[in-house]
């Protein structure tokens, strides 16, 4: 199998503290991510490199794409809602969280069969007592509850889906270790987790996508580097990043062929910020492989 190759293209200098969530639309040539902690929404249209913010009535941890181009499926810090950028409209499908007790809602994908999976994490232990996050699965946006598969979570993230649908990568984050669902095929209801990766020293898994080979690639926090992992939990390939907080990774670009990577100031240190002057920035490489189309969601 032909080696991984990273070839840097540009650093979008988004200045995000937080930067999450990057999804790509082929429709209109564009990626959208959200700075969670600024509470903004965040448009890079590509390749012209014209970055675009909008400024969120709410945090807003992840988001999907939807049949129409002009609204988003979000999942805002407390709970499911339709979004429009540009007027600004957002409504609700359902509040997770109506009262902030120190759990919000964070990282989500939508799956290949067009469901919306996000869990929430524990932001505030003093608020939150004992209850940890949910991960929850919204397959309709008419107001029903969406279902909930898995709880006590710390913090939700790496949440992706193999090129067949038939499994979902999950992690909470502090554990170290991803896991592998298998995902049935008409319920979507998820088996018993499996272990499909270990971390370890400072290198924390967070967001990650799969690309059309099945290879999931997940952005570490605190390691600086993407490690990309075949089906069977082997790693192919590192990027090694000039900063230590990756956040998240998309495929994007006409060919699918450019990995985008956000990336956080949050907790640096001025001594910290100093020597990674790019924290919170977007980075774009072309790489010599593929992503897969990017679902939409169909409730």
């Known amino acids: 199998m032909e080696e991984l190759r990273f070839e840097p293209v540009t650093i979008i200098p988004a200045r995000c503290v937080l930067g999450e969530g990057p999804v790509w639309d082929g429709r209109i040539g564009a990626l959208w991510f959200t700075d969670i902690q600024q509470a903004q929404l965040l448009?890079?249209?590509?390749?012209?490199?014209?970055?675009t913010r909008y400024d969120l009535p709410e945090?807003?941890?992840?988001?999907g794409l939807t049949a129409n181009p002009a609204r988003l499926v979000c999942a805002f810090a407390s709970g499911f809602a339709w979004y429009d950028p540009v007027t600004g409209t957002r409504d609700w499908i359902h509040r997770t969280e109506p009262e902030y007790r120190g759990i919000r809602m964070n990282d989500g994908r939508v799956d290949r069969a067009g469901r919306f999976w996000a869990g929430s994490m524990v932001e505030n232990?003093?608020?939150?007592?004992?209850?940890?996050?949910?991960l929850y699965r919204l397959d309709r946006g008419d107001g029903l509850p969406p279902a909930q598969l898995l709880d006590?979570?710390?913090?939700?993230n790496s949440t992706a889906f193999s090129p067949t649908g038939d499994r979902l990568y999950f992690t909470d984050t502090p554990t170290q270790e991803i896991r592998a669902?298998?995902?049935?095929?008409?319920?979507?209801?998820?088996?018993?987790?499996?272990s499909f990766a270990r971390l370890s020293g400072a290198a924390f898994p967070d967001g990650s996508d799969v690309d059309?080979?099945?290879?999931?690639?997940n952005a570490e926090w605190g390691s600086g580097r993407v490690t990309i992992y075949a089906p069977d939990g082997r790693i192919e390939g590192q990027l090694e990043l000039p900063t230590s907080q990756v956040t998240c990774v998309a495929f994007g670009g006409a060919a699918l062929d450019h990995l985008f990577v956000t990336s956080a100031r949050e907790g640096l240190s001025g001594e910290q910020l100093a020597s990674e002057p790019n924290a919170g920035d977007l980075f774009v490489y072309r790489i010599n492989a593929s992503g897969l189309p990017t679902p939409l969601f169909l409730g």
């Open 212 to 217: 059309a080979a099945g290879r999931l690639w």
């Open 59 to 63: 945090r807003l941890g992840s988001l």
């Open 181 to 194: 669902f298998d995902l049935d095929p008409l319920t979507r209801a998820i088996g018993p987790g499996r």
């Open 152 to 156: 006590g979570i710390a913090i939700s």
């Open 43 to 51: 448009r890079l249209d590509w390749p012209a490199g014209t970055l």
């Open 125 to 134: 232990r003093a608020l939150a007592g004992t209850r940890g996050g949910t």
